[in-house]
């Protein structure tokens, strides 16, 4: 339960990306794996790696639902039961937060379920990120500001960056070519490189891009760039 100390999570939005891939790490090996789950419209939704691709409301309404059976007070301890799993993401979440920021999540839920690992973990996520296009546009624009010049013009160093964040859009169901906007901004830093053959090859790349002889995306760049 202390696998952010000495830094807990405090809701900021630079530190919910990585918040997140350690909530991914955690819960491989926990009885409460279940819980990051959860069905939408008949398709089950990942809520750690697409939690913009569920509402809210949607998350409180199972939530109220399995925190007003009648049995509830029996089931939140008997093991396996959804509502056991729910409770003990509930409270990994609560033990990996700043006290602050975990009494903001609580003043936001009902008291009745304030308990439920999916509905704190909905609320925590949409602190930062309101809907899905909030959190997309979020992402492409950490890549858009990100230089080869910060990772010391080491392009293998630099293509891990957007690498990571592009993982993260296209797995809330994007079709990599959605963000093809971002080509122009990885093109540019790719050609800063002191490297002449590879400078040369990414002209190549680009010009043949614009051309429409090459049909690319962030992602497949990125993939043939390293």
Known sequence: MRWLEPKKYDGTPDRLIPTLNLIHLRRQN??????????????TVDLVHQ????????????????????NASVQRHTRGIRLYNSRLFGL?????LTPDFAALLHSRI????SSDGPLLFI????HVHQNHLAFV??????????????????????LRFPQDNLRIITSTGDA???HNDLLPHIFMQLRNTT?????????????????????????????MAD
């Open 92 to 96: 990994f979440l609560l033990n990996s």
């Open 137 to 158: 546009e979020s992402i492409k624009n950490k890549i858009r500001l990100r230089i080869l010049s910060e990772h010391n013009n080491d392009v293998a160093s630099y």
């Open 195 to 223: 490297i002449p053959l590879f400078q040369q090859k990414v002209l190549q790349w680009q010009r043949s891009y614009m051309e429409n002889t090459l049909i690319i995306s962030p992602t497949s760049l990125i993939i």
């Open 176 to 178: 990599p070519t959605t």
């Open 110 to 113: 009902d008291q009745a379920y």
């Open 51 to 70: 939690f913009s691709k569920v509402s809210w409301t949607t998350v409180k309404d199972q939530a109220k639902h399995l925190w007003s059976l009648s």
């Open 123 to 126: 609320t925590m996520c949409n």
């Open 30 to 43: 926990e009885v409460w794996y279940e819980a990051t789950f959860m069905s939408a419209n008949g398709v």
